[in-house]
């Protein structure tokens, strides 16, 4: 698809209603990762030219007016009130306390981004509604299950062949280790670099940072040396 034309560089007032920056006095612009990924994936996608600004902009309008969306009392502050001391009368129909408790961090600028991206990115037919939902329901399936090991485990690495694109070096085979972190759940790479159905516990997996004595690696004495690793999940068992 051919390259659309970039954005125009405005010289934008840094502080002009809804056109201010998503910042209050020098904080930063993404409080949480998450934040930073969303805007990344938008701005990747429009510079590689899978829609143009004003498409982005007409979704992204859409949720801000959009029925629920997070909004104030139009006449009243509800302050910490109750629920039922709320006059409903005096809020925006869209009113959501949850959301607009969400706002006073700065997430509910960047829940607008993703709930529109997931919208213009199913239209599109990039990712279609239910691939989303099926990778949602995995990471939540993998999340409630939890990671087979814990930090200070000990673990033996696997006497497994070196397989595709995962690296696992030849001289750390049926050697044992000690979990030191948990490094969260990844896509696996052999799964959805080749569009193999390997199922949920093969599609996504825990990496760990594993620590070895190399003295234990390369059998001789090392004076205490030791190496850390990343290995994935299905390279270890318990030792």
């Known amino acids: 698809m051919r390259k659309l034309l970039e954005v125009p560089n405005l010289a934008v007032p ?41 498409e982005w902009d007409d979704y992204l309008g859409y949720h801000i007016q959009a029925p629920g969306h997070f909004g104030g009392a139009s006449t009243t502050d509800t302050g910490g009130a ?17 959301l607009a408790d969400c706002e006073k961090d700065g997430a509910g600028f960047y829940h607008l ?6 919208h213009l990115l199913d239209a599109k037919g990039l990712v279609p509604k239910l691939q989303l939902e099926e990778r949602i329901a995995a990471f939540a399936k993998s999340e409630r299950e939890g990671p087979r090991f814990t930090a200070g485990q000990r673990v033996l690495v696997r006497e497994i062949k070196r397989e595709g694109h995962t690296h696992l070096p030849l001289y750390l085979r049926g050697k044992p280790g000690e979990v030191v972190s948990n490094l969260g759940l990844f896509l696996f790479p052999e799964a959805v670099g080749h569009g193999h159905d390997h ?35 299905y390279q270890l068992q318990p030792a």
């Open 113 to 118: 981004w993703l709930t529109a991206t997931e």
């Open 82 to 98: 109750e629920s039922s001391e709320i006059n409903t009368d005096t809020i925006r129909v869209n009113y959501s306390r949850f």
């Open 14 to 54: 840094s502080k002009q209603a809804g056109a201010a920056l998503p910042r209050d006095a020098g904080e930063p612009v993404f409080a949480e990762p998450w934040q930073a990924h969303v805007f990344a994936v938008v701005m990747s996608l429009y510079r590689d030219g899978h829609y143009n600004w004003a």
């Open 199 to 233: 199922g949920d516990n093969d599609t996504l997996q825990h990496v760990y940072c594993v620590g070895f004595s190399a003295s234990e690696i390369w059998d001789e004495e090392t004076n205490g040396h030791s190496l850390n690793f990343n290995l994935w999940d």
